[in-house]
């Protein structure tokens, strides 16, 4: 980055707003889209939540993600969903399914889009289709259930079927193709076009990559690095970094966004009951 800055910041002066603002809307389907996963998955495990009380307990937990560790979101989110009757062990089972989601899909969306965009041969990238058995029952039960041991908690009475993981896997599926699109039109408002395959290969590899980096916050610097790297590979370098750091900075502006949200709409809710208590008196 240090290297390119110069060229980064003439990048930079030619800057196309409403294609920033596009891929802010993009980001924001994209990370709705995940939620829906996440609430998928928890309706499988027995706790079914309203979209907008599942919205706000997602996105204020999602903002854990910015502290080290993994662990945060975990911790926020289960203690936002006693409030709403949702065992802590049905939220640490939705979040650990929702990262094997994600991170299946990923690795299956970047092995395919990365073939299509000449960066991988088809042989290789047709070897991660099997990975979609991964998210079958059997595969989920030994996933929950070591995960259980780990914990040393009981077994899981309750798994999700078939038909919640196609669900959640599809919600995963819109999610990804928000994230390339907004990639792609971030490349685009700096003048660099990228097809859609290389910006979701690039995305969702450069995903799989931060995820795996457990010591940083949200992936931040692994997936950063991963996804300029890719990217380079069809465009020119300054705007790759460009469209990466505009990337990240609108990721973080709509999980601030999403999470403000919540919290406010958590706070009136808290406000309303107290009033209609006091209305009862």
């Known amino acids: ?33 995940s939620m829906l996963a996440w609430r998928a998955l928890l309706e499988g495990l027995g706790s079914t939540l309203r979209v907008p009380v599942a919205g706000r307990i997602f996105f204020v937990g999602q903002l854990g993600k910015y502290l080290p ?18 065992p ?9 399914l929702f990262l094997w989601v994600h991170l299946v899909t990923g690795g299956i969306v970047a092995a395919v889009t ?11 990238s047709l070897l991660a289709l099997p990975g979609l058995a991964l998210l079958a029952p059997t595969p ?10 780990i914990v040393r908690r009981r077994p899981f009475e309750r798994l999700p079927d ?20 907004h990639l792609a039109a971030a490349l685009t408002a700096f003048e660099a076009g990228a097809s859609l395959a290389l910006a979701a290969g690039a995305f969702a590899a450069a995903w799989c990559a931060g995820f795996l980096f457990l010591i940083a916050p ?24 460009a469209a990466v750091l505009a990337s990240r900075l609108l990721l973080t502006l709509a999980d601030v966004g999403w ?23």
């Not at 240090?2 to 389907?29: N, S």
């Not at 669900?167 to 699109?181: D, F, L, P, V």
């Open 69 to 86: 560790g993994s662990v945060w979101p975990v911790v926020a989110q289960a203690e936002l969903g006693r409030d709403h009757g949702v």
């Open 1 to 33: 980055v240090a290297r390119q800055w110069t060229e980064v910041r003439r990048t930079l002066d030619r800057l196309e707003p409403d294609l920033v603002a596009l891929a802010l809307c993009l980001v924001l389907v994209g990370q709705l889209a």
């Open 162 to 181: 078939t038909a919640t993981m196609r669900r959640a896997a599809s919600w995963a599926a819109a999610m990804w193709i928000a994230y390339a699109a």
């Open 140 to 149: 989920l039960a030994w996933l929950l259930g070591r995960g259980a041991r």
């Open 218 to 241: 949200a992936g931040a610097g692994a997936r950063d690095v991963a996804m300029i790297a890719l990217l380079s590979i069809g465009v020119a370098a300054a705007p790759a970094i």
């Open 114 to 124: 990365l073939a299509t965009a000449g960066v991988v041969p088809w042989p290789v």
């Open 259 to 281: 999470g403000l949200a919540g919290i406010v709409a958590g706070r009136r809710r808290a406000a309303s009951a107290v009033a209609r208590s006091d209305r009862r008196r």
């Open 88 to 96: 802590p062990r049905a939220s640490f089972a939705a979040v650990t």
